[in-house]
């Protein structure tokens, strides 16, 4: 063989070689950036899915926590239509029947009834005077003692909420948190809770147990706890965290009801005199010249002025009330 020959077969594999190369360049393998785009684009989709999985499970606890808003707003409604007088002197911390509670009315209408008889006002009078003070004034300290309650309950609550964030940290279940709220907490905090633990012995779940707890409380505060719970029994998620922002936003309520209502002191104490400023002159003038006022109480017209002076003192005051109870 010569050595044009072998020149000419060097040729012919050389050249069958490149386009061996270029062939499975373009069809039978992939270069390392089509590689790495590949696994670039294979981390995408499985991003891509992942976020859908997130996204989908972000929709399912909005729509859980939206069920959940829903359900309590409905049995708030409920519960706000009629109040029983047993649920009234719960809410006071009494533990009366229903009807003593009348019979202490019909003995406070009658003291009151043979006070303004003996006093020399007409029979009239003094029957309107019995029928008011029954009705009016056993149900006003009723009010009293519930709104005390409540701000006692309101004061402490804070704290209790931090008791139960310090035992989630420190890994302690919720139901020993309450059972040491209910220990040691002062009243009527105290009370309310142990109510709850007992409940919960007797198989009554923890959502049923804090709706008896806002149905004797119906505060704010109270239904922020009641919904963080049962939120976070539907939806999971860090009780301590949400707790803990509970607690905060509550001192913060209470530090504003601080501020309003020292900022509202001036204009109560207006109301307070310009209120006042009536019945006092007429105790003044009564004592000093009583024949002068006897009129008012011997005669028709000085009855009818009564009335009438009564109604306009009683709207005016409701009028000052409306303008300086601040809702917060």
């Not at 719970?229 to 922002?245: D, M, V």
């Not at 900022?263 to 003038?285: F, H, N, Y």
Request: charge should be positive.
């Amino acid at each position: 063989m010569d050595q044009t020959t072998l020149m000419i077969f060097g040729i012919a594999v050389l050249s069958a070689l490149c386009i061996g190369g270029v062939g499975f360049a373009f069809v039978g393998g992939q270069t390392k950036s089509q590689q790495r785009v590949a696994r670039v684009s294979r981390a995408g989709q499985a991003r891509l899915a992942a976020t859908g999985t997130e996204v989908d499970n972000s929709d399912k606890r909005r729509k859980q926590v939206q069920d959940t808003l829903k359900d309590l707003e409905a049995k708030q409604k409920e519960q706000k239509k009629r109040i029983p007088l047993r649920t009234r002197i719960e809410r006071a911390g009494l533990d009366i029947e229903p009807r003593v509670f009348y019979i202490a009315s019909a003995i406070t209408g009658l003291v009151a009834l043979l006070l303004l008889f003996v006093t020399g006002m007409s029979p009239l009078v003094s029957v309107l005077g019995g029928f008011a003070a029954a009705f009016g004034l056993p149900r006003w300290f009723l009010s009293y003692l519930v709104k005390r309650r409540q701000k006692a309950f309101t004061e402490e609550f804070a704290n209790s909420i931090d008791v139960i964030v310090r035992g989630v940290k420190s890994g302690l279940p919720v139901n020993d948190c309450l059972k040491l709220i209910a220990a040691e907490a002062p009243e009527p905090v105290r009370t309310e809770f142990q109510g709850l633990v007992e409940a919960q012995r007797v198989g009554v779940t923890l959502e049923q147990g804090l709706e008896k707890i806002y149905e004797r409380m119906p505060l704010p505060e109270v239904n922020f706890f009641m919904i963080v719970l049962s939120i976070q029994q539907k939806t999971g998620g860090n009780l301590s965290e949400a707790l803990g922002n509970l607690s905060k936003v509550l001192r913060e309520r209470k530090k504003m009801r601080g501020k309003i209502q020292a900022m509202s002191q001036e204009a109560k104490a207006s109301a307070a005199i310009i209120g006042s400023l009536p019945p006092a002159v007429m105790l003044l003038i009564y004592f000093s010249s009583r024949d002068y006022m006897t009129v008012l109480f011997t005669t028709t017209a000085g009855h009818i002025i009564i009335v009438g002076s009564l109604l306009w003192m009683s709207i005016g005051v409701f009028i000052m009330k409306k303008m300086i109870d601040f809702k917060f």
